[in-house]
C-alpha cells in the first residue's frame, strides 16, 4: 500500500504556489461611440496620450489625434468595416513611432512602416523615431546655397527664390 507523506504534499504545494504570477494587469478600454470616413469617437480612454496607438478588437490600429473632454478622436491605420458603434478598443501605452532604415530604399510600406509590396520583411539595421516629432531649429539645418528657377521671368527677377532648409541672410 501507499503511503503518502504530508511532507511531500506540501513540498509540491509549495512548487506549484512558486510558479504562480501574483501581478495585476490593468488595461484601460473604450467603446466606439461614432465611427465614419477613418475617424472613430471613442469613449472611456481617459488617459490616452495624443500621438498614442491604440488597438481595436477587430485588430485595426489608430492613432490619437483629438482629445476632448468625455472622448478622444482616432485616425483609423487601417479599414473600419469590423468596427461599430460599441466595439472595444484599448490602449498600447506606445506613442506611434515606425522604425526606419535602408531596408526601407526602394519599398512600400503602410503609414506604420508594415511592408505592403510583398517583398517580405524589411531588413537591415533600424532606428525608432515617432511620427510626430519637433522639427530641428533653423540653425541647424543645411543652409541655402542653389538658386531655384521657377521659368516666369517676373517672378524670378523679383523674388529671389533658393532651394534648401534656410536662409543665412537677407
Known amino acids: 500500500m501507499v503511503t503518502i507523506r504530508p511532507e511531500e504534499i506540501s513540498a509540491i504545494l509549495k512548487q506549484q504556489i512558486s510558479g504562480v504570477n501574483t501581478a495585476a494587469e490593468l488595461e484601460e478600454v473604450g467603446r466606439v461611440l461614432q465611427v465614419g470616413d477613418g475617424i472613430a469617437r471613442v469613449y472611456g480612454l481617459a488617459n490616452a496620450q495624443a500621438g498614442e496607438l ?25 479599414s473600419g468595416s469590423g ?54 531649429g533653423v540653425i541647424y539645418r543645411q543652409p541655402v546655397n542653389e538658386p531655384l528657377q521657377t521659368g516666369i521671368k517676373a517672378i524670378d527677377s523679383m523674388i529671389p527664390i533658393g532651394r534648401g532648409q534656410r536662409v543665412d541672410h537677407w
Do not use: C, H, W
Not at 522604425?99 to 512600400?108: D, Y
Open 83 to 136: 468596427i461599430r458603434e460599441g466595439s472595444k478598443v484599448r490602449r498600447t501605452n506606445k506613442i506611434a513611432s515606425i522604425e526606419v532604415g535602408e531596408g526601407f530604399v526602394g519599398r512600400v510600406v503602410n503609414p506604420l512602416g508594415v511592408p505592403i509590396d510583398g517583398k517580405g520583411p524589411i531588413t537591415g539595421v533600424k532606428y525608432e523615431m515617432p511620427l510626430e516629432r519637433k522639427a530641428p
Open 54 to 78: 491604440v488597438e481595436f478588437e477587430t485588430g485595426v490600429q489608430a492613432i490619437v489625434l483629438n482629445l476632448e473632454e468625455d472622448n478622444v478622436g482616432v485616425v483609423l491605420m487601417g
